[in-house]
């Protein structure tokens, strides 16, 4: 199958007027010329941009991937390849040990080919602060324990891609250093200074959890997680909803880390797709109204949005340029959790992951693996 006449998003983080063929899945070419006298803006040709990379969300249409059920991976992979988020990997929540093992098992049970390619999990607790932790539930905390990680890695099928720790808390130093080689760790979820997040980073960790959301703020003689991610070149996550962070810090971020460390996430849960009301998120209620859901002491809980959403907004209400948004979408958090090689940008060889966008940033057309989905 051919798509002609489009405006590719290409390597080089630019669109140019072009086409892209795909066969049996996989692209076979993109031929995308720059000098062939096309403007980017100056005619209706569509955008073709890489499938989006969704690293950290927890649920939609009334499914979350905690509730462990045989359907539950399938509802949010078809939901997500709706909104035009073509490789998903879902976060699990602060769990007790018995439904962890359950969740993880039915993680490694899940075989299914139809919506978004599932990469694996984000495994957002227990290891994390009882001092800042956001939505996560108290009680269901414990320290960092490797065999514990291994032991859940194993029961998910190895799928566990990023592993979220609070770097303060004892054991959190050792645990980096033993499983550095074996997953990503995020910091997450923590009342790390400076010196604490360094010290996780210098250990191994590369990554950061919903930046500024569940840890100190950045402060200019208290730099905290945020200042040492920078200084580390570490991955950071950012919600860009419109809800858990002011556009202004957003595009001080863009700046500070730039799109090629940025991951645009969506943290939804299961009211993603679905009218207001009451819902849960790791066995808490919450509320939500309109873009907003919380628990019963106000504590954001998530966000009800997608990630293309989360894309658009930052473009249309954040002055993020849209190729910088895009790669922030796609090609990074792809390379955050090791899959850049078959997903994150449109280059032959790689899955068929194509998002075709008019030029109000809605989309039109998705095909996942080069199926168009409806």
């Given at each position: ?292 859901a919380t628990l019963a002491d106000g504590t954001i809980a998530g966000s009800v949005t997608n990630l293309m ?37 449109l280059a032959a060889g790689k899955q068929a992951d194509i998002v075709l966008l008019d030029k109000e940033l ?13």
């Amino acid at each position: 199958m051919e798509i002609k006449d489009v405006l590719v998003y290409t390597e080089q983080h630019e669109f140019v007027k072009g086409d892209i063929s795909f066969e049996d899945g996989i692209i076979k070419e993109v031929s995308a010329l720059k000098n062939n006298g096309a403007e980017a803006d100056a005619d209706d040709a569509l955008y073709a941009i890489p499938g989006l990379v969704d690293i950290h969300f927890h649920g939609c249409m009334g499914a979350d991937l905690c509730d462990a059920e045989p359907d539950t991976i399938k509802t949010l992979a078809e939901y997500e390849a709706g909104q035009g988020i073509t490789t998903i990997c879902p976060a699990t929540m602060t769990m007790s040990l018995p439904e962890l093992h359950k969740i993880m098992a039915n993680i490694g049970a899940y075989q299914g080919d139809t919506g978004a390619h599932f990469a694996g999990v984000n495994m957002e607790g227990p290891f994390i602060s009882p001092a800042n932790k956001g939505a996560q539930a108290a009680e269901n905390i414990i320290p960092c324990d490797v065999n514990l990680f291994r032991e859940l890695n194993g029961k998910s099928g190895g799928r566990i891609r990023l592993v979220d720790i609070a770097p303060e808390e004892p054991g959190a130093i050792e645990f980096i250093e033993a499983v550095r080689d074996e997953v990503n760790v995020s910091l997450a979820h923590t009342v790390a200074d400076y010196d604490a997040a360094m010290a996780a980073f210098q250990a191994g960790a590369n990554h950061v959890t919903h930046l500024f959301n569940a840890m100190l703020p950045f402060h200019h003689r208290k730099p905290g997680v945020q200042g040492a991610a920078a200084d580390a070149g570490a991955y950071v996550e950012l919600i860009c909803d419109g809800v858990h962070i002011h556009p202004a810090m957003v595009r001080a971020v863009f700046k500070l880390f730039g799109s090629d460390r940025v991951c645009l996430i969506s943290d939804s849960m299961r009211a993603a797709g679905l009218a207001d009301g009451d819902y849960t998120l790791g066995g808490q209620a919450v509320k939500v109204k309109g873009s907003l859901a919380t628990l019963a002491d106000g504590t954001i809980a998530g966000s009800v949005t997608n990630l293309m959403l989360c894309l658009k907004n930052a473009v249309n209400n954040m002055q993020i340029p849209l190729e910088a948004a895009v790669r922030s979408a796609s090609e990074t958090p792809a390379r955050s959790i090791g899959i850049f090689d078959r997903c994150g940008s449109l280059a032959a060889g790689k899955q068929a992951d194509i998002v075709l966008l008019d030029k109000e940033l809605n989309v039109r057309q998705v095909f996942v693996g080069g199926k168009a989905v409806k």
